[in-house]
Each structure stands twice: as structure tokens, then as C-alpha cells.
């Protein structure tokens, strides 16, 4: 569910790709209803049991369900465009179909709807359906199959598919980048690296580091500076960190492969401005980098105008929004002639993630966003101080914070975060690594240690 988007953006449409997404979906949670992890002592029987009981206590599956019933109704509910009234000569934005409940551009809403069903299941596996054994599982798994689809899509560049090409330029006239999904990607597949040299997997490790040098690929060529940049910091945390956190585990050799791999990402990340010069985007990325610019010219002055766009949106739509993928008819609506002066013609997204929810969603699409995030933070914090004592910490469990601030910190200058792709990562980081985590000892469990 967390990968299928990512090889499906640059040749698919976003309706066949809620399809996909929902059906993923609808048998991931048949899967994990049926085959839920056995711990303990427990039969298949009693780990279905438990599973079904854990999910009706966990407060997060009803918020998931409330957040279903709240996407299900506003893609419903289209009808927001622009409107030509005869009589007045003058164009208008027309509300959704019933006025009082959240709406959306006609088409707009299935890919975010099947975003929260797939949310609501793989948040509920990660909780309760696997172990910690098979938290490893996916994130070799996911890191192998996103590294996949970024070759895929890098062979699609190379043969010169214009919707691949399209991605290259990461222009901020559409501030939504794939490479920041390969980049929380990377974050989770370097944690991957150091639990198979842990647990002595030799092929997943081999798959790995090809799988890493890869997503490093999809990083650099789908990826705007400024993004780059917040992933090259990230980087410079998780990978001394991981060392540390495995110094215990990994042996000389499997450090000095570690090592290896490390050295190979960091040849990768630089290639491809030397490999691909007659590509313009490329040698303009190269340039930026080079003169530290990390954004384009102009780019503070579009921000601040767009953003004041939004603020005037929100302020006629404070609690739900003028609606899902209105915001490019806001634009034209809203700005001024002054706003047009900065403001490209070809501008869709606002720069400010924050306020493109806010003038899109309101106040209620951001509560649930929010709901989701606290409820997550707060997981991994409580399992965190339960099982302080007990943890033996490892890379995988910083993976969760490190990805929620990197979000939170491009939210100030892209979109990305709203991606369906990203959001999905995102979660799914987040919750694997409190499923990491030791559970706490229970008083009435007669267990001698923890999971």
C-alpha cells in the first residue's frame, strides 16, 4: 500500500490510482484480520481474537473510521468551479453540491479517500497486526520495492517519457515532489540496512543497499534543493546514529560493509549531475547547488503573496475549506493585480503546505490531520517511557520523529506532505517504529521478558 503509489504517479492517472489503492487496501485488511503476528504462546485462533479485541479498545481506529466517513462524504460532494454568470458578465466560484458539508473539484476527492482507507489500514497492522520481527520484514520489504519503482521510473526517464520528464523539473508552480517520498523512504531503508546486518540476512542485505542507491537516485533527479538539502541534514543524523545504536550488534565486518554501502550512497547522490548534462533541469539543480540557492528567484515574494490568497480563502471558509483541488481556481479568483506581478499564470499550489490545507480542508480538515499526528506522537511517546528501561535502541526507532519533523519542516516552503505517497511513508514510520518498541509489562502477564 505504501509503495504501489510510487510506481503508479508517473504513468497513471489519480483515479486509477485510487482503485489500485483501494483494493490494496480492502486486502491488506483481510490479511491482517486472518494472519495477524502470533505472540507467545498463542494459537492463530487466539492471535485473531486478540487483534480484534486490541483494534475495538484502540481509539485511533475510530478516529480512523470518523476520518473515512469525513473523505467518503466530501468526494462525494463535488460541484466547486468556476462559473460564468450571462447576466452580470462576470466569472464566480460555485459552492459544492450541499453547501454545509465538505466538497471538492469533481474528481478531486477519490484519491484522498482511498488515502484514508489504506491509512486506516495499515496504521491498525502496524499496531496491532505485526510483531517486531515483522516490522523488519516490511521495512526491508518496502525499502526493496520503493527502490524498484524509482528504477522504474529513472528507465522511464532515460527512454524519455514526458510524464517522468514532467517530474524532473520540480517546478514550485506545483509544489507536490516524488522525491520526497523516495526520501522517507531512504530514511526507513537505511534503518532496513543495519537490521539485516544485524540478523545476518545476506540476500536482503545485498537487496537493500541496491534498493538504497536507487531511492538516493529518485531522491536527487525528482527533488528540488531546498528538498534535498533537509534530506541531506536527516541523513547527517540517522547515519552516525545508526553506528552508534548498532555498535553492539554489527559486527567489524558488518560495519565495514555498512561503510561500504554509506560511501556507495553518497557516489550515487552526486552522479547524477554528472551523468545527466543534457538534461537543463539537472544543470540548473547542479548550478543552485553550487551557488548555496537553495530556492528560486522570487520565490519569498510568490510565497507571501499566495499565501495572503489563502488566508482570504479561509477566511470565507474557515471550517471546511473551499474545497479539495480548488485552490487553483482561488488563484485566479482571489488574486490581485498586484499578486499577479509575482504570481505565475501557471501557478496551481499555494507554496505554504500549511495554509494550502488550511484554505482547502479548514479548520476541520486540519483537525484531522492533527488527530492522527497526536494520536501517533502519542503512542510513541507512551511506549517509549513504558519501555525505556527495557529498549535496546536501534535505528529503527528514531525513524518515526525524524521523518514527522522533516515533514513538518518542508510544509513551510512545499506540498509534498499532502502527497498521498508521502502521507502514507510518513504514517507508516511513525507507527513501525512505536511497534518497534518493547511493550510494556503487563500486571497481570506472568511473561519474563517483553516482545
Not at 510506481?7 to 490494496?24: D, R, S
Not at 507554496?351 to 501517533?376: D, K, S, V, Y
Not at 525524524?402 to 506532505?417: G, H, I, P
Amino acid at each position: 500500500m505504501t509503495v504501489a503509489p510510487l510506481f503508479l504517479f508517473p504513468f497513471c492517472g489519480e483515479e486509477a490510482i485510487a482503485k489500485v489503492l483501494l483494493w490494496f487496501s480492502l486486502l491488506g485488511a483481510v490479511w491482517i484480520v486472518m494472519s495477524p503476528s502470533v505472540k507467545g504462546d498463542e494459537r492463530p485462533h487466539d492471535a485473531r481474537m486478540r487483534f480484534a479485541y486490541e483494534v475495538i479498545r484502540d481509539p485511533l481506529f475510530w478516529a480512523g473510521l470518523v476520518l473515512v466517513a469525513f473523505a467518503g462524504v466530501r468526494s462525494l460532494n463535488g460541484g466547486v468551479a468556476f462559473v460564468y454568470d450571462a447576466e452580470t458578465y462576470s466569472w464566480s466560484l460555485s459552492l459544492p453540491t450541499i453547501e454545509i458539508l465538505p466538497g471538492c473539484v469533481d474528481g478531486a476527492g477519490t484519491l484522498p479517500f482511498s488515502m484514508s482507507v489504506a491509512l486506516l489500514v495499515l496504521l491498525q497492522g502496524f499496531r496491532h497486526a505485526l510483531d517486531r520481527r515483522a516490522v523488519v520484514g516490511y521495512l526491508v520489504s518496502a525499502s526493496v520495492l520503493a527502490g524498484f519503482s524509482a528504477i522504474v521510473a529513472v528507465a522511464a526517464m532515460s527512454y524519455g517519457s514526458k510524464s517522468v520528464l514532467s517530474l524532473v523539473e520540480c517546478s514550485y508552480h506545483t509544489p507536490y515532489f516524488i522525491g520526497t517520498a523516495y526520501g522517507i523512504h531512504f530514511i526507513c531503508g537505511f534503518a532496513a540496512l543495519f537490521c539485516c546486518v544485524e540478523e545476518k540476512m545476506v540476500a536482503a542485505e545485498l537487496l537493500t543497499v541496491v534498493s538504497l542507491v536507487a531511492m538516493v537516485l529518485g531522491l536527487v533527479l525528482f527533488s528540488p534543493p531546498a528538498t534535498l538539502a533537509v534530506f541531506a541534514l536527516a541523513f547527517i543524523v540517522v547515519a552516525p546514529l545508526s553506528f552508534v545504536l548498532h555498535r553492539k550488534d554489527v559486527s567489524g565486518a558488518g560495519s565495514l560493509r555498512c561503510m561500504l554501502a554509506v560511501a556507495l550512497i553518497l557516489l550515487s547522490a552526486v552522479s547524477p549531475f554528472f551523468l545527466c548534462d543534457e538534461s537543463q533541469a539537472m544543470v540548473d539543480r547542479r548550478d543552485a547547488i553550487i551557488a548555496v540557492k537553495m530556492l528560486p528567484d522570487g520565490f519569498m515574494a510568490t510565497r507571501r503573496a499566495l499565501s495572503g490568497i489563502a488566508l482570504n480563502v479561509w477566511k470565507e471558509n474557515p471550517w471546511l475549506g473551499s474545497g479539495l483541488g480548488s485552490f487553483q481556481l482561488d488563484i485566479k479568483y482571489f488574486a490581485t493585480p498586484e499578486s499577479w506581478s509575482v504570481i505565475s499564470p501557471l501557478q496551481t499550489s499555494a507554496t505554504f503546505g500549511w495554509w494550502q490545507l488550511l484554505a482547502e480542508r479548514g479548520i476541520l480538515g486540519l483537525l484531522m490531520l492533527a488527530m492522527t499526528c497526536g494520536f501517533l506522537i502519542f503512542t510513541y511517546v507512551r511506549r517509549l517511557v513504558l519501555s525505556f528501561e527495557a529498549a535496546h535502541f536501534r535505528s529503527v526507532h528514531i525513524l518515526g520523529p525524524l521523518v514527522f519533523l522533516v515533514l513538518a519542516a518542508m510544509a513551510f516552503v512545499d506540498c509534498s506532505f499532502l502527497r498521498v505517497d508521502v502521507l502514507l511513508a510518513g504514517a507508516a514510520a511513525m507507527s513501525l517504529s512505536a511497534a518497534a518498541l518493547p511493550e510494556a509489562r503487563r500486571a497481570d502477564s506472568n511473561a519474563k521478558g517483553v516482545r
